[in-house]
């Protein structure tokens, strides 16, 4: 399983106006072949601050999903929502336990 764990951060006041590029993001990969999990959350003590959590079935579905068409949209809208500062790391995780 691959993870994609990690923050993008635009300025406060754009988060309204951001909400329905980041919907129509969330919604497609949810629905490609390999996404097990997408989600973006606005941090609560960090205005601008949204955190990202993927999940893939493997480095291919992943790669896949950068080459989509919602993908190329969504980075098209960054330079008008002021996203600036991308943190994104790629993790390896092996078969979930139970806590």
Sequence with gaps: MILVLGTVRMPPENLARARSAMEAMVAASRAEDGCLEYGYAQDL???????????????????????????????????????????????????????
């Design 45 to 99: 003590l960090d205005p601008g601050l949204i955190r990202v959590t993927e999940m893939w079935t493997s480095r291919e579905a992943l790669q896949a999903h950068f080459q989509t068409p919602h993908m190329g949209t969504w980075r098209a809208v960054w330079p008008s929502l002021g996203i600036g500062e991308r943190s994104l790391a790629l993790y390896e995780a092996g078969d979930p336990e139970p806590l």
